[in-house]
């Protein structure tokens, strides 16, 4: 019953701040549709300039394909070649596709003409992607045209995708904005709760009441575990029906990740409302523990392309097994047999955080 109390005392204290209602109910909202639009993956209308030096009319029928393209915006189609590095360097456009006619030494008449295509490799994914599309665009013209003349390949490739076929990054991206904001929010809110009491000068008011250093902590995180259960929930229904992403798992499974999750992310936002002075220095903790935390999860950078002495810190970050959760449950639809290794070290890891906290906090209340 007096952790009822305290409990509805610290939804009293959040809910009063009239200036703080919308950071944690709107703010999420607008922040998932926002990122959601601007972490997009996918490559489109990439910038090109083209020169046609070559009297191949392959080369006209390709160069219409690449203009008519949702995946290219031509700038411009020459017919004399200029200076291609100046080109580059004006940063107008990421590639320079040239045409020129085929040099066999013969006078045998060649059929296709010799394509170049120059990079600006200063976004090294845009243009990796770029040199792909050229590249598939050319590929098909010529397997059709293989075909009208009744040739095939003797091998043909026909990869068929799982899960995401329609290859949209926001499927990818959306779940895992979501167990973004649910840290951002919760980790902040909380790590100022004990420190707030205490330039306040209502912590002794706790201290000297019967509450015991358990249900002190327990009446601290439980408010901030109930706001994030709910800014998950509305973070899924943005995702959901806004940018129409699929949810083919159990929501029962979403919720118990969260939960764990929740354990302990509030376990060390409390540790550094321990260690803190005030309140400056809180969101200072949690805003360079914030940034570790998003760099090391996968949400942007695969944990397998980083380094090994990065991933080992990478290996203790709960955010980083939240995600992968969510994007099994979200796109794959997998059940608790396909993540349970995940939930487990979560779990761990949320057992060892609770522990140093709850003693870090028991020696704060006994100062």
């Known amino acids: 019953m007096r952790l009822f109390y305290l409990i509805k005392k610290e939804f009293i204290e959040i809910f009063r701040q009239k200036e703080l209602l919308p950071l944690i109910i709107i703010a999420p909202i607008i922040q998932i549709i926002i990122l959601g639009y601007v972490v997009k993956t996918d490559i489109e209308n990439i910038p090109v300039e083209i020169f046609n030096l070559s009297s191949n009319k392959a080369s006209h029928r390709i160069i219409n394909r690449i203009d008519n393209s949702p995946l290219f915006d031509v700038k411009g189609i020459g017919v ?29 008449p060649v059929r296709y003409p010799e394509v170049q295509v120059l990079m600006d490799g200063i976004d090294s994914n845009t243009s990796s992607i770029a040199a792909g599309y050229v590249n598939g665009v050319i590929k098909k013209y010529i397997l059709e045209d293989m075909e009208k003349l009744g040739v095939k390949l003797p091998l043909e490739t026909k990869p068929l995708i799982r899960f995401n076929p329609e290859l949209k990054s926001i499927n990818y991206m959306g779940p895992g904005i979501v167990a973004l904001l ?17 330039e306040q000068q209502t912590m002794d008011t706790l201290l000297i009441s019967r509450l015991n250093p358990l249900e002190i902590y327990l009446g601290k995180a439980l408010p901030m575990a109930v706001i994030g259960l709910v800014q998950t929930a509305l973070g899924m229904l943005v995702v959901m029906l806004w940018f129409k992403v699929p949810l ?34 809180a969101l200072f903790f949690s805003w360079f523990s914030m940034v570790t935390f998003i760099l090391l999860s996968g949400l942007f950078t695969p944990v397998e392309n980083m380094h090994p002495s990065i991933r080992v810190i990478a290996d203790i970050n709960p955010l980083r097994y939240l995600v992968k959760i ?24 949320s057992t060892v955080v609770i522990t140093i906290s709850t003693l870090n906090f028991k020696r704060f209340i006994s100062k």
């Open 248 to 281: 083919r798992g159990n929501l029962l499974y979403m919720l118990l990740s969260a939960i764990i999750f929740l354990a302990a992310i509030l376990s060390y936002a409390l540790l550094i409302s321990t260690i803190a002075s005030t309140q400056q220095q």
């Open 182 to 198: 649910l840290t951002i929010l919760t980790l902040f809110l909380t790590s100022i709760s004990l420190v707030r009491e205490k």
């Open 80 to 108: 004399q070649e200029k200076e291609t590095m100046d080109i580059l360097k004006r940063g107008k456009v990421k590639a320079v596709i040239v045409f020129r006619d085929s040099l066999t030494g013969s006078n045998t």
């Open 326 to 349: 969510i994007r099994e449950i979200f796109l794959k639809g997998n059940g608790i047999e396909y993540f349970y290794r995940e939930l487990l070290i979560m779990a761990a890891i």
